[in-house]
Each structure stands twice: as C-alpha cells, then as structure tokens.
C-alpha cells in the first residue's frame, strides 16, 4: 500500500526547493547537434565511436557549474549520468564505454556530486533506461533506436533479460558507490517498454533500500506525457514522487483523479536542445524564464532548467548569462519562490501570486497608471505590504481617484511610469491570518 505520510515527508524539500539546473552532457557534445543526434541521423555505432576516442573535456570544472548554479538561485541539480547512447561520466565497473576510458580518464559523476554539494546544493542524476550502445537492447523496429531501420540487424539474438540486468547493476552502482542522491531521474517509458518491462517494482525496491529519501521522477511508467498512477490514489512502487512535463508548463497545475495538488516539474531548456548544439542560438531572454519559473510556482510546481556544456566541458557563455540575471533577480526575489506555493486567488490580470503561510507574494508584472491594483485582496486583511526587494515599506494609496473603488487595495509603487524591476516587481503582503 502506498504511504502518503513517508511520501509526503520525503518530497517536503523538493517542493520548497523549487528551482533545478538540468545538465545534458556526454559524447554527443562534440557532435554538437543535440543528444538525439545518432537516433535522429540514424547513425551506426561505427561512425559514432571515433568520437569516444576523441572525447577530452579539458575545461570540465564542475566547481564552475555548481557555482553558476549557486549564484542563479537553484536549489539542486541533475547529471545525465547515462544518457541514451549508452555512454557513461561515471567509472562502472560494467562497461568500456565510459568516460574513465576517454581521454578524461576521470570519474565526471563523482567529481560533479563533489562540487555541487560543497555549494550547498541537492544533487541527483538521470539515467536512461534506453541504451543505444547496448548489444542486448532492441535494435531493428525499436521506435527510436539508431538501427531501427537497419535489416541487417533484424536477425541477430538479442537478450533483453541481459540488459535488464546490466541496468539494474548500474543504478545499483550509482545507488551504493556514491553517496547520497537526493533525485534520481529515468528517462523514459514508451509503447510496451514501461513498468514491469524494466522491472520497474525491483528496481524502485532495490534503490529505496539504499536511498530511502531519494526523490524519483514518473518516467519508469510513462514518457513525458501522461501522469501515471501518481495522478491516483493508490499510485504503484514505480510510478515515482514527481510528474515530469516537458517543454510545456501545465495550464493549471496537475491536480490528481482526485483533486489532489500533484507534486511537479517542468523540464525546460534555455534554447532547443538539451544536449549542446552549436548552431542553436534560440535562446529564451532571462526576463521570460524567470516569469515562467514564477508561474511554475503559482501552479505548485518546480522549474528543471537545462544547460548543455560542450565538448570541452564549458557551459555556453550565453547560458552563463541568462543564469547570472536569473540570480540577480533571485538574490532580491528568492522568498516569492522557495517554500512558496500557489495561492487560491485567481490569477491577477497584472501578474502572478505565490504564498508562503500568511504571506502573499504579489508579482507585479504590468504596471498602471496611479496605483498599483493588489486583486483580490481587502484592505482589512492586510497587516503590511513591503516591496520585497529591499523590504521598503509601500502604502496602500487613499488617493481620491481610487475612492472609486473601496474593495480594491491600490499600493503606490513607483512615482515614474516604470516599476522597480520591469520583469517582475514582487510586493509582500503580510495577511493578519494565513489563507
Ligand atoms: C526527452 C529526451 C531527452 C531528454 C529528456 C529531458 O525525453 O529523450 O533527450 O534528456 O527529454 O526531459
């Protein structure tokens, strides 16, 4: 039976910590057109393994990343430890094919887990439970597989059980040689290959007897889509702690069969890719993805936001960028996200709420002329309202030309036609009693 209690404590400091950094990384960098590239090219493995000789990450600091992650606000951080070319940053005693066995000869995972808790930071890993490199994994008709297309490959024995040990044996080794992991992320289900295929009830048992607080994503049973038993009331072994929507933020939060507010987390990344890609300058402005972090939030949900470092192990300088005005605006703004929830008041036409206990956050995104309208809000609830980037106090105006209206608390923000922060100007309201 599933124990709501356990699951609710466990998933207590994911909800509060809100924001992530997802980093794509592995031999498909050098490539540079995405981590999909051997699927999406149909490439065969003897065109892809030059690149494994090749591969030198010379710049790989992942002091740098924890960092850069550190100074944009993120509260932990997830490492394709194994992404699905099969190629893998950690020394498994289970393959060649790894980064110890590149000219990195370094353990990429264990020196990134170093870091990013030296800063503070909750880590976790992905692992994709498809594997290209594999010799036992599905090849010929597979939906997504390189050789899929390939007859040469339709004949030839494969044996699934074998694969399913070797992965079983890796999550096992990621589980026990390397500390505590807060998240594990599995990447993903698709027609027949979900749940029991991977033996998903041994796997999820096997990890929790060694990493009983870690959080896992939903995708040992569904892909991207769908919300899986997590959306019931009695969800499966496998069916993790989180719902994983992907490039998309859920119109109105994800609620269970229920009406049970679901824990969640959309994956986003910075341009179009996750894995890097030279050509892709797509990049989304900071301004937008710290009012899509902030909408995530007012719908009760996380923010993974993806890097994908290149070859050498740098993160592209515009990533780098977009995180640094992200921690500026977070600097100031940080308690309208952590801890925070969405608030039962509908969402505002000049901005957003999220909620802490008795305090609301007002986003104001939209500035007016005169006094700043707080919907939803009357004036005999409110103890105090400060501007929450330097804790000023703002006043609730007694203008005449808001006398108009003696249900609505207008506060004066700004004498100019400018709000402080043209992004997202966050007000604190402080309410007499919690809502
Ligand atoms: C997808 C892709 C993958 C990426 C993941 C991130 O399902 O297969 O490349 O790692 O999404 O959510």
Not at 259 to 287: H, Q
Not at 399 to 417: C, K
Request: contains cysteine.
């Amino acid at each position: 039976m599933f124990d709501r209690e356990a699951y609710n404590k466990r998933v207590e400091w994911y909800q509060d910590a809100r924001f992530g950094m997802f980093i794509h990384w592995g031999l498909y960098a050098i490539l540079a057109r995405g981590e999909w590239v051997r699927s999406t090219e149909e490439m065969p493995e003897e065109e892809y393994l030059p690149f494994f000789d090749e591969f030198d990450p010379v710049d790989y600091d992942p002091k740098k990343w924890a960092r850069a992650a550190k100074e944009a606000g993120m509260k932990y951080a997830v490492l394709t430890a194994k992404h699905h070319d099969g190629f893998c940053l950690f020394d498994s005693k289970l393959t060649d094919f790894k980064a110890t066995n590149t000219k990195a000869k370094r353990d990429l995972v264990a020196e990134y887990l170093d870091a990013f808790r030296a800063e503070g930071i909750k880590v976790g890993l992905y692992y994709s439970i498809i594997d290209w490199h594999h010799p036992d994994y599905p090849h010929y008709g597979d939906r997504i597989h390189p050789m899929r297309n390939c007859e040469a490959e339709k004949d030839v024995e494969r044996d699934f059980n074998r694969y399913l040990e070797y992965m079983h044996g890796q999550v096992k080794e990621l589980c026990t040689q390397y500390g505590k992991l807060d998240v594990m992320w599995f990447d993903f289900s698709y027609d027949n290959m979900r749940g029991e295929t991977w033996r998903a009830t041994d796997l999820v048992n096997m990890i929790r007897s060694y990493q009983p607080d870690v959080i896992i994503d939903n995708r040992l049973e569904v892909s991207g889509e769908g919300f899986g038993s997590l959306a019931t009331d009695n969800p499966n072994v496998y069916s993790g702690d989180f719902v994983s929507p992907e490039q998309i933020i859920p119109p109105q939060g994800i609620k269970s069969e229920s009406g049970r507010d679901l824990v969640w987390e959309a994956c986003i990344t910075m341009n179009d890719n996750w894995g890097y890609c030279a050509k892709d300058k797509n990049f989304k402005p900071a301004s937008m993805i710290i009012k899509k972090l902030v909408e995530c939030v007012s719908k009760n949900g996380n923010m993974l936001l993806n890097v994908g470092p290149d070859a050498k192990g740098n993160i592209p300088e515009e990533s780098m960028q977009i995180l640094k005005e992200i921690g500026r605006w977070m600097s100031k703004n940080g308690n309208s996200i952590y801890g925070c929830k969405g608030s039962s008041l509908p969402k505002p036409e000049n901005g957003r709420i999220t909620r802490n206990g008795n305090k609301l956050y007002y986003h104001v995104m939209e500035n007016s002329i005169g006094g700043v309208p707080l919907f939803g809000i009357s004036r005999d609830q409110v103890k105090s309202v400060r501007l929450l980037a330097d804790g000023s106090e703002l006043k609730i105006s007694d203008s005449w030309m808001a006398s108009n209206y003696p249900d609505v608390v207008f506060v004066d923000i700004s004498s100019t036609p400018y709000l402080p922060d043209e992004v997202d100007t966050v007000v604190e309201i402080t309410l007499k009693d919690a809502v």
